[in-house]
């Protein structure tokens, strides 16, 4: 008997969690509302980009200099043998601040060139070389490409001049001929002025590719340099608003005085104005591949959105992909040689995904439909996520319907919140390309319905009827120890809703929105939001029990003051570069639990002053 009572006591107790989860990861999903927009960008007519002289890069002399030459053997899985010559040498970018700024450079080519060859202009990111590209560089010009890469200046083997420290990668304060961002892609217009001088480069196929700080130069050249006939930049994009805004890395590469109201809002006014990427993006005319993923760090998928959505090119190719961060992916080499060679070769291009999509809700269920055109050499997929905080992209093959001519696939919206999705094209296992992100609202109640259902199986399981549910529920809350205790738990609920971080007189963000933007590369992406909610409901469960409830109330100061060793931590780690500090969601975590605590003391004390005064009397 009491072994069965003590299983019977489990299987409720059971039942009571997922019930109470389900509500609350509902919840989450819900009030989060994430990814999030969290600005717009300007009118195109706000920004200022029209400083650059382009000719006085394109004239000036290089005093190019060669430092040393070799000629290696190459071979991969592809190629058995060829002669590459590499050519490490330097040049002047400009004459700045008292003196010569010179800039490093490697050339890589196939050693017996019998034609002009298209070219490829390579930029590292931010703390980066161009030591970093050295195995692509071999890759590529193995495939008939003259390849060049360079040091941006105050990186790698370049001038230490000007100083690439984040107070000066966007400080327009002196205009921005002064910010470090102008110098860097100052040397890049010359950096392709050394390839336009050299007889073997065919001058009207010359590429720019870039990573991060490298992407944001590609963007700025392909606009403003007409010598440059393609362009793919790699985890960068444009709508800087945003990323300030979303509390993304981008925030480090901001002087840590500019803030976006006050006395120094003015400056980011001007550094939006003369080098967001948004601006030059609606200027790129010519063909163009970017290369994105969906958890970047610095970038966010609405900024992509927004970049691509304004590039005029009547060739422009996006390539998203999922579950990945600020880092090269692999696949992205086979991706930019198909597009290469499509421009440069008269190979095959990439492929260009068309499909329209429905949303539709039947009962408690919300469908994504979506039906996109046919091909025969690409396999296509619906990469989908919901809008629960860090949640994994999963992906759907789209399957063909032959009385339609069409691929279908559908999504299932579950509970509500948003469902974001695009579609994509592998080839041999390869992401190709894909198209931008989609957003739908989802008003699904399927889960909040498990979770009533659950509920009514938990009354009849234990022996209730709805009426003495109610009555239970009255007496409960009629003892203020009950009350006391239930508001203790809403309220550090309540302290998760709120931002618990914050960066000075930027933005401040939940525990919440910290997950999404950061949680791929500390490694706590999916599990993280699931591990917090389902800490809660058992807080809940263990503070419904009586003799339990003082253990539910400390329960509740673990997650402030893991969240205060992170923020510490961040503020020990960023502190030269940006001010943080604890917002008021914190204060809220830490205040909850000692409402219990707080009416256990008070409790406590008027026990013991009634005794003393029986005992008097």
């Not at 970093?132 to 370049?158: H, K, N, Q, W």
Request: one cysteine or more; glycine letters at 6%.
């Amino acid at each position: 008997v009491i072994m069965h009572k003590r299983l019977k006591s489990i299987i409720s107790y059971l039942i009571l969690f997922t019930i109470v989860y389900l509500l609350l990861i509902s919840f989450v999903s819900s009030a989060s509302a994430l990814p999030k927009r969290y600005a717009y960008p300007k009118d195109l007519s706000f920004y200022d980009i029209d400083f650059w002289n382009v000719t006085k890069a394109k004239t000036d002399p290089l005093n190019l200099t060669y430092i040393e030459q070799r000629n290696i053997t190459y071979s991969d899985n592809e190629i058995s043998s060829i002669n590459l010559t590499i050519i490490d040498l330097t040049f002047i970018s400009e004459y700045y601040g008292g003196q010569n700024i010179v800039i490093s450079g490697r050339l890589i080519y196939p050693s017996e060139v019998n034609e002009t060859l298209p070219a490829v202009i390579m930029f590292h990111g931010y703390g980066g070389s161009k030591d970093g590209f050295f195995e692509i560089m071999l890759y590529t010009a193995a495939r008939g490409y003259v390849t060049l890469a360079i040091d941006a200046p105050g990186s790698g083997d370049s001038s230490p001049f000007p100083s690439n420290a984040p107070t000066n990668i966007v400080n327009v304060s002196g205009g921005p001929q002064g910010a470090y961002y102008y110098h860097v892609v100052w040397s890049g217009l010359r950096g392709i002025t050394l390839l336009t001088s050299l007889d073997f480069v065919d001058k009207n196929k010359i590429a720019a590719l870039g990573g991060s700080m490298g992407g944001i130069e590609t963007f700025i050249i392909a606009a403003i340099d007409d010598r440059v006939s393609a362009a793919i930049p790699i985890v960068a994009s444009g709508n800087y608003m945003d990323l300030l805004k979303a509390g993304t890395f981008a925030n480090v590469m901001v002087p840590p005085n500019v803030t976006l109201t006050g006395d120094h809002s003015y400056l980011v006014e001007d550094m939006l104005k003369y080098f967001d990427v948004y601006a030059y993006a609606s200027r790129i005319k010519i063909p163009i591949l970017l290369l994105e993923s969906t958890f970047d760090e610095y970038f966010t998928l609405y900024s992509i959105n927004d970049t691509c959505n304004v590039i005029p090119s009547d060739e422009k190719y996006l390539t998203i992909t999922p579950n990945w961060n600020h880092a090269l992916y692999l696949d992205w080499i086979y991706t930019t040689l198909t597009f290469l060679d499509s421009q440069f070769k008269g190979k095959e291009g990439l492929p260009k995904i068309s499909f329209t999509y429905t949303h539709s809700y039947y009962g408690f269920l919300d469908y994504l439909f979506v039906a996109s055109n046919v091909t025969e050499e690409y396999n296509l997929t619906l990469v989908w996520r919901y809008g629960i905080p860090g949640s994994s992209w999963q992906e759907t093959p789209l399957t063909y319907c032959g009385k339609c001519n069409e691929l279908l696939g559908r999504v299932p919206g579950i509970l509500p919140g948003k469902i974001m999705f695009y579609v994509a094209a592998y080839k041999n296992g390869i992401l190709v390309t894909t198209t931008r992100v989609y957003e739908i609202e989802s008003n699904a109640m399927l889960v909040p319905l498990i979770a009533i259902f659950l509920m009514l199986i938990e009354i009849s399981f234990v022996g209730y009827t709805l009426t003495s549910v109610y009555e239970y529920l009255v007496r409960v809350l009629k003892q203020q120890e009950n009350i006391i205790k239930y508001i203790t738990w809403a309220v550090s609920l309540l302290g998760l809703m709120l931002p618990v971080i914050g960066f000075v007189g930027r933005t401040e963000l939940t525990i919440w929105q910290f997950i999404e933007q950061y949680g791929f590369p500390l490694g706590i992406i999916p599990w993280a939001a699931y591990l917090l909610v389902a800490y809660y409901t058992i807080s809940f469960i263990v503070i419904s029990i009586p003799k339990y409830s003082k253990l539910g109330a400390i329960m509740l100061l673990i997650p402030p003051i893991l969240i205060t060793g992170l923020i510490l931590a961040l503020m020990t780690l960023a502190e030269n570069v940006i001010a943080i500090y604890f917002a008021m969601g914190v204060y809220v975590l830490y205040i909850a639990p000692f409402i219990t605590i707080a009416w256990v003391i008070y409790k406590h004390i008027t026990e013991r002053k009634q005794k003393v005064e029986k005992v008097e009397l």
